[in-house]
């Protein structure tokens, strides 16, 4: 791909991110195109959650270039902000608040107006077959479901990328298959899928996948390639692979 | 600004749904209002006194000396012919002027009545009550002392009048009192509770990476707090007026004004106090222990400033509320304008200016 490519909608050069003497993000380099899934994967404590705040315009670098949807993320958070959507891993839903008052509250935070959010909240209750339980608390709601509302609101505004941070913890295979759907399905009308997992078989999902260990990211590619490379059965045994070549250097520290 | 409109809602909505938030703002200020109205305990030390001696004579001089002697009192003035009372009162340092008549010791000698009066700073009228006692108690062990020596049995009537308060309602003191510590407590504790809530669920990281300013967020935060603080602030004034007969007898527009600042102190206080903690019970022990406390102990909310150790005294004027119950004191019972509170007004608002900076600091910190 060429550097500048017009399909690069997130470009990572040389990022790094410290923490006093702790270096969270050791010199990423990574591009992300328009309509991938691009999967971030990583033990605890890897450096995924530290890098997708960056990209988000949560935290700032402390070097290196990050444009995502064409704008410097260091310089110009704000309009980076205005084409993301974003999960975190807590789901970000007020559990005091009903199904509508959390769609309205942050699809008026997006700026969008109210004929647009009563037309596509209908849509959205009725694809999540949520329309029974429009006027409940979120708080009542089982997990499997405040987690769809959650990534449905991320992408209400239709932003040019969407990142999840850890979508699927806690939740059971079946929810976790349902919840790769909404991906599928978000990436399908052409958003970017920016997702971070340390649930490997998650990994076979992703178009591309990036594999960081202590901060640095040690593999990049389809999982194809990946397996290929390191003549694995699957992701899972990729993973494993390069989490052992990385055992002597933590243990230095 | 639509944004904006929405959030605010929002946090209505948080306030109007959850049962004990609308029990500390609405129950609470009435509650608190009762009870410490009905506090009442004090004692003495260094109450500035003024002398008006009209006949200057070796009565008044003794009875002088006897006073301020007993450790009670401090001279702050004496003056040789009337004084404007009022005008002494309002400059604040001084709780009581003690008025000699003309010939005190003269119609003591010829045993007719002579004339001392007890004049008082009643505002505080616990104290006020217990100054024109310990006072009244002098002069007589002073008459007493004078009868043994043989000298004619004396009429002596000392006259006291309570100046601010007539009725001696300690009730006077509470109001400011409870105001500022539900101005605090609304103000500063909800605030830095929801704040810290939204941090605590995550949802803080999904506010800061929408379109959304961080000065947004922090505005819709506490926009619904000011209001409700302005609510409550009327509603302790108008408890006052109709329950318990506390005037106001100062303009109602300084006194309203003088509370949003004090209000706006608060809730800076808590955007601080929500910059440092992670989780709402972190804010709310903050809260209880930086600011509850300190207010109801060190603010002379209960206990008189002057009679505290030095280094308490000390403590007392880094406390926001100190400063305002002082400010309400001035405004609702003396009636004194802005003239005489312009000083506690800038020493509020240099603290909240430097709140907010050490918000933003902090919160810069945060993001990098």
Request: charged share 20%; with cysteine; glycine share 8%.
């Amino acid at each position: 791909m060429m550097p500048g490519d017009k399909r690069d909608i997130i470009v990572v050069e040389d990022l790094v991110k410290r923490f006093g003497s702790f270096v969270a993000n050791d010199h990423l380099n990574f591009r992300v195109s328009r309509g991938e899934i691009f999967g971030f994967l990583g033990a605890n404590g890897a450096g995924k959650t530290t890098a997708i705040r960056i990209l988000c315009g949560l935290s700032k670098p402390t070097s290196g270039k990050v444009l995502v949807a064409g704008q410097d993320v260091g310089t110009r958070p704000e309009k980076v902000k205005r084409s993301i959507g974003y999960m975190s891993q807590r789901f970000s839903l007020y559990e005091d608040l009903t199904v509508t008052e959390n769609i309205r509250f942050y699809a008026g935070i997006y700026g969008l107006g109210p004929a647009l959010i009563r037309e596509r909240t209908a849509a959205l209750l009725h694809r999540l077959e949520l329309e029974h339980a429009a006027d409940k608390l979120i708080s009542s709601l089982p997990l499997g479901w405040k987690q769809k509302l959650a990534f449905s609101l991320a992408i209400f505004h239709e932003p040019a990328i969407v990142f999840l941070d850890e979508p699927t913890g806690g939740v059971d295979p079946v929810t976790r298959r349902q919840f790769w759907d909404l991906i599928y399905d978000a990436a399908s009308k052409g958003i970017t899928v920016f997702v971070t997992t340390h649930y490997m078989d998650e990994a076979e999902y992703c178009d591309r996948v990036c594999i960081m260990v202590d901060g640095r990211i040690e593999a990049l590619g389809s999982p194809e390639e990946l397996k290929a490379r390191m003549g694995a059965a699957d992701m899972d045994e990729v993973f494993v692979k390069l989490a052992r070549k990385a055992i002597p250097r933590t243990e230095q520290v | 600004m639509k944004r904006f409109i929405g959030f605010v809602l929002k946090e209505f909505r948080h306030i109007l749904r959850d049962r004990r938030t609308m029990l500390i703002l609405f129950g609470l200020p009435v509650a608190q209002l009762i009870i410490f109205g009905y506090v009442v305990t004090n004692e003495l030390r260094d109450i500035s006194v003024a002398v008006v001696d009209l006949s200057r004579d070796e009565a008044t001089a003794a009875i002088t000396d006897k006073v301020f002697s007993s450790g009670y009192f401090i001279l702050d003035a004496w003056y040789p012919a009337t004084v404007d009372v009022e005008a002494l009162f309002r400059q604040g340092d001084i709780k009581q002027v003690i008025v000699f008549g003309e010939d005190f010791a003269g119609r003591l000698q010829r045993g007719e009545t002579a004339d001392v009066q007890l004049l008082a700073d009643a505002s505080d009228a616990n104290t006020a009550n217990l100054v024109v006692n310990y006072t009244s108690g002098i002069i007589y062990s002073y008459l007493e002392s004078r009868g043994a020596q043989g000298s004619m049995p004396t009429a002596l009537v000392p006259l006291s009048h309570m100046e601010f308060n007539p009725s001696l309602m300690g009730v006077f003191m509470f109001v400011p009192g409870t105001m500022a510590l539900i101005l605090m407590l609304v103000s500063a504790m909800m605030t830095s509770i929801s704040i810290a809530r939204e941090k605590e669920l995550g949802t803080m990281e999904t506010l800061l990476a929408s379109p959304l300013k961080p000065l947004q967020i922090i505005l819709g935060k506490v926009a619904p707090y000011v209001a409700l603080s302005i609510i409550n602030a009327i509603t302790i004034i108008l408890l006052g007026y109709f329950v318990f007969g506390v005037p106001v007898k100062g303009s109602v527009v300084l006194l309203l004004a003088e509370c949003t600042l004090f209000i706006m102190l608060a809730l800076s206080l808590g955007i601080f106090i929500s910059t440092i903690s992670t989780s709402q019970q972190m804010a709310m022990f903050i809260s209880m222990f930086a600011l509850m406390l300190p207010t109801l102990l060190l603010s002379g909310f209960i206990f008189p400033i002057e009679n505290m150790p030095a280094i308490l005294q000390w403590l007392s004027y880094v406390m926001p509320p100190r400063w305002f119950i002082v400010v309400i004191k001035n405004i609702m019972i003396k009636g004194t304008g802005f003239a005489y509170v312009w000083k506690e007004t800038l020493v509020m608002a240099g603290m909240m200016t430097l709140f907010i900076v050490l918000s933003l600091k902090n919160f810069k910190i945060r993001l990098a």
